[in-house]
């Protein structure tokens, strides 16, 4: 099975900080990669798919990249909205559908 | 507009069965295929269960399998999870969710539902 790490596991930033989450694969999953964020009391929303990819309605100050085993998640200017749990996710070799274990982003 | 709407859960005592169902609209259900996913409060993300557009392709974690079965009726648009033999570790929040598929690796869940509590304790 693949493994999902995230680093790091919490971080404090301000709003208007650039902002940069990693997600390292135990293996090569090309670039089957994507990205959710969680808000307190909700369900993840999808932000990123296919390791760079947007998810419509998604603000651009979200980007990803990376290939293989290593990849991030970059906010650009982080706004008050944004604070959150960003999860990543595999897709490459399934079943299990692996996620990251989380990382939790939280206001300086 | 996509809905996913999960009921069912609740209070359960360990070892006894609690079945979840997930009504789906504002999208041709038969056409994904769709996931149980579950979250501790305040733990992480964890897959529990998938079944393909058609049933004909189920898989579960290791954690659940032999305990838990995936099932959908297309007709009704609805998704279930009935659960067996339940354990104190299967508390936690379980959402279902709408996968979107383009390619041969690709997919990712699209839309989520708000989930539904099951706790499971003496």
């Known amino acids: 099975d693949i493994q999902m790490t995230q680093s790091p596991s919490s971080l404090s930033a301000s709003v208007g900080d650039r902002v940069t989450i990693t997600c390292r694969a135990s293996q090569s999953i090309i670039s089957y990669l994507n990205w959710y964020q969680q808000k307190p009391g909700k369900a993840p929303k999808l932000l990123i798919y296919a390791t760079s990819s947007l998810q419509s309605g998604v603000p651009s100050r979200f980007s990803g990249g990376g290939s293989g085993t290593d990849f991030t998640l970059t906010i650009s200017s982080l706004q008050p909205e944004d604070f959150a749990t960003y999860y990543c996710?595999?897709?490459?070799?399934?079943?299990?559908?692996?996620f990251g274990q989380g990382t939790k982003l939280e206001i300086k | 507009e996509v809905q996913l709407v999960e009921s069912g859960g609740g209070l359960v005592q360990p070892g006894r069965s609690l079945r979840l169902s997930c009504a789906a609209s504002?999208?041709?259900?038969?056409?994904?295929?769709m996931h149980w996913v579950r979250q501790v409060p305040g733990k992480g993300l964890e897959w529990v269960s998938r079944?393909?557009?058609?049933?004909?392709?189920?898989d579960y974690a290791d954690s659940v399998k032999g305990r838990f079965t995936i099932s959908r009726d297309n007709a009704k648009s609805s998704l279930s999870l009935q659960m067996n033999s339940l354990r104190v570790e299967d508390t936690a929040l379980y959402y279902c969710a709408k996968e979107y598929y383009y390619d041969s690796s690709g997919w990712y869940f699209d839309h989520w539902g708000q989930g539904t509590l099951v706790t499971v304790s003496s």
């Open positions: 079944i393909s557009w058609d049933s004909g392709s189920i």
């Open positions: 504002g999208f041709i259900f038969d056409d994904n295929a």
């Open positions: 996710q595999q897709s490459f070799s399934t079943p299990p559908f692996t």
